[in-house]
């Protein structure tokens, strides 16, 4: 009698089939209602009303076979390998299966002889020329003996949805409880969006878009369903995209609506930074300083992002923003992700604003409290024109007393909240952010649909591509011979070496053992250095120094080199472990080098047993030093949801919309969204609307409030 009751916000345990256990395991991929777990969508279908009948395979083909488990059993190879064989029959041939490493399906007793099974993945003929096929590492689904065909199965006669398991949930059991949530809400699930947006755009109500999207019903286009292009599909897809995407409008014209700062062009300004302006820009941060000057002249708050790949000269065009706002007589803020990175704009922007009479502070944590205190007060007196920090800048008792324009540098570092703690302060600054993570347009669009956009896409003059080059173990005589080589000529290197994480703790060895294995055996006649992220932040200052002035020639690094650290001379970088790096942290340590005029060389020392992804990233790395394209491979390979490490990036947790597959659903949602917001059909449409996003957005995507 409970299923009567059933509706969207039922929680799942009420659903026929869910216990406590299961309702946990269900709870933890976040599905707590019964509208989350229909949610939870196929991300595959089987097509079995028409199955392959095993004399009629072909090479190549990746299908589905319905076969009797005729024998199965672990078998060890020569070199010492486990596989899993399992040999399969229909009425018109026999099929072998291969698991490698496959002793869990032995331990498990997962198959015996006589059952009925579907193994699907692609065909090919087996090594021997035996003729026979097989399939190697095939998806499989057991049906139990009391199952057949016909009648109204969920398994079978049909098209099948195919879910990705949750712990011990499979396909079979997920697929069950979807058909009981469907029938026990017996279509009650309310449509949520705006009824002229349903209309003006042709789109299925979301009931039958839901049940159709579980559940295909008659003959299908498996390639649009598996494209997710159905009718049904593209209506939950749209659905994510406009509920982020009209967010993403109420908050930009929440943010629009503000007055803040209006500067202007002052001779003054262009006179400062004809002044200290140490090289000519390259036409892309011409063009994107004017879009930033445009945004700050306008009394609405600016809120810009400003890309670029590693190198290409963003701070440049950030000190001259700063200037601009300087000389309007306005105090600015830049905060880095590092208190290295801080000191380093510090030290570099103190050097270049010499000639102007500008108070330039830092303010880390590790400055005494006396010195800190001090800062403070002269920056809400208003006697420090430029503060540059870390986060310490967000601190409560930091107070400027006319903050014009906050830079931030290399946001990937920073979470989205922080961003807005400084907002909240009641300033209603320019906000300029920049980034060295090129973000993928899909990703931007949706992540920073709230911020304009200038990229710089392109390099300054006479840098030399560099060289990258892949190595294992028994390259490494020859890899140091060539760091001899090129330090003997006045060149500088990076190694850099992976800081392992064991039980929770950070274990710092391979870079100190690394360091001592070079500066006492490999390379007594030089001077190595050593930094990693344990050292107090004046010694990391020092050792940056000594390497920035030559001293040393050889530096030991954990990733605390990853961004920002700018030393032209330093033409080579070695990476330890490279095969161990995520892709956008190989690309990031690689813009450290290649910044001067000779020609720069980066080592990939690989341990030999590697993954294939692993292998990939590597390729990626020697074919190309294009930061987009890498993050683009980088976004295929982790997918969205890790792109950015975690969720708190910002990047919303979309359920059945994918970012790669889905670019122009989401371009279309995202205008259609902005025009809702703009027009809605009605007042109370709009409000209603507004309403359902107050207390699903936080919930189902996982960002910060609307509006
Ligand atoms: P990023 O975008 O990675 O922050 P930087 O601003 O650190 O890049 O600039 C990288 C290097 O290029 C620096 O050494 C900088 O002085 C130099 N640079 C920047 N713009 C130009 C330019 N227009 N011409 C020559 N060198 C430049
Ligand atoms: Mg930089």
């Known amino acids: 009698m409970a299923n009567a009751k059933l509706t969207a916000a039922s929680e799942v345990q009420f659903l026929k089939g869910v216990g406590p256990a299961r309702a946990e395991l269900l709870a933890s991929r976040g599905i707590r209602t019964v509208e989350d777990l229909l949610y939870y969508t196929p991300f595959r279908y089987e097509d079995r009303t028409r199955l392959t009948r095993i004399r009629d395979l072909v090479p190549g083909q990746t299908t589905t076979v319905f076969a009797k488990v005729l024998t199965c059993g672990l078998m060890r190879t020569r070199r ?121 755009n042709g789109l299925l109500d979301r009931a039958a878009a839901v049940i159709q999207t579980h559940f295909p019903a008659g003959e299908q286009d498996m390639e649009k369903l598996c494209g997710f292009r159905t009718p049904a599909q593209v209506r939950l897809i749209f659905e994510e995209f406009f509920s982020v995407g009209a967010g993403l409008a109420l908050k930009r014209r929440k943010a629009k609506a503000i007055e803040g700062v209006e500067f202007r062009v002052k001779e003054s300004a262009r006179q400062s930074i004809r002044k200290i302006l140490p090289f000519h820009p390259t036409s892309a941060q011409k063009r994107v300083l004017k879009e930033i000057v445009d945004d700050m002249c306008s009394v609405r708050p600016m809120n810009r992002l400003l890309q670029g790949d590693v190198g290409s000269g963003k701070t440049i065009v950030a000190i001259q923003a700063a200037i601009l706002a300087i000389e309007n007589g306005y105090q600015v803020a830049l905060m880095a992700p590092t208190e290295i990175l801080a000191a380093q704009h510090y030290l570099y922007i103190k050097q270049l604003f010499h000639p102007l009479n500008y108070r330039v502070e830092l303010l880390v944590s590790a400055r005494k409290a006396a010195e800190k205190a001090e800062i403070k007060r002269d920056i809400s007196a208003g006697a420090i024109h430029l503060a540059i920090g870390t986060h310490a800048l967000l601190e409560e008792d930091v107070r400027f007393a006319r903050l014009g324009l906050i830079v931030v540098d290399e946001q990937h570092r920073f979470g989205v909240l922080q961003r807005l703690g400084l907002m909240r302060k009641g300033y209603h600054p320019d906000v300029l952010v920049m980034t060295a993570t090129p973000i993928p347009r899909t990703l931007a669009l949706t992540l920073y649909g709230d911020l304009d956009f200038s990229v710089i896409d392109e390099l300054p003059p006479h840098r030399t591509p560099i060289v990258t080059k892949l190595m294992e173990e028994h390259d490494r005589e020859s890899a140091y011979t060539f760091l001899r080589e090129k330090v003997r000529r006045g060149e500088q290197v990076y190694v850099v070496c992976p800081v392992i994480e064991e039980g929770g703790k950070l274990d710092l060895k391979p870079a100190v053992r690394m360091y001592e294995q070079l500066a006492h055996v490999v390379f007594p006649e030089y001077r190595v250095g050593l930094l990693h992220g344990r050292l107090a932040s004046d010694e990391k200052e020092a050792v940056m120094q000594q390497f920035k002035r030559g001293e040393l020639q050889i ?84 997918g969205p949801g890790e792109f950015f490490g975690t969720r708190q990036w910002g990047v919303p947790a979309f359920r059945i919309a994918n970012l790669l597959r889905d670019q122009e659903i989401l371009e279309w949602a995202k205008q259609e969204a902005a025009e809702f917001i703009a027009n809605p059909g009605s007042p109370e449409e709009l409000d209603t609307f507004v309403k359902y996003l107050r207390t699903e957005w936080p919930r189902r995507y996982g960002l910060a409030s609307v509006a």
């Not at 530096?555 to 330890?576: F, Q, R, S």
């Not at 095969?579 to 690989?606: E, N, P, T, V, W």
């Open 80 to 200: 010492g390998m486990y596989i899993y064989d399992l040999a399969a029959s229909d009425s018109s041939g026999m099929l072998r299966c291969k698991w490698f490493n496959g002793a869990y399906l032995e331990k498990n007793q997962v198959f015996h002889t006589g059952q009925q099974v579907f193994l699907y993945g692609k065909v090919d003929r087996d090594r021997y020329g035996t003729g026979t096929m097989e399939i190697i590492q095939p998806q499989f689904e057991i049906l139990p003996e009391e199952e057949t065909e016909g009648g109204d199965s969920l398994e079978l006669g049909r098209v099948v949805p195919i879910y990705e398991s949750i712990g011990s949930l499979g396909p079979r059991v997920l697929r069950r409880l979807m058909a009981a949530a469907i029938q026990g809400l017996d279509g009650q699930i309310p449509d949520r969006l705006p009824p002229t947006v349903v209309r003006k």
């Open 555 to 638: 530096l030991v690094a954990t990733t605390v080199v990853e961004v920002g650290v700018d030393v032209p001379n330093a033409t080579i970088m070695l990476i330890e472990h490279a095969d161990r790096f995520g892709l956008s942290q190989l690309h990031q340590l690689r813009g450290r080098i290649g910044r001067g005029s000779k020609k720069s060389y980066c080592l990939l020392m690989a341990d030999e047993k590697r993954s294939e992804i692993s292998q990939e990233r590597l390729n990626t790395m020697v074919a190309t030093t294009d930061g987009f394209r890498i993050a683009e491979i980088d976004l295929k390979l982790r």
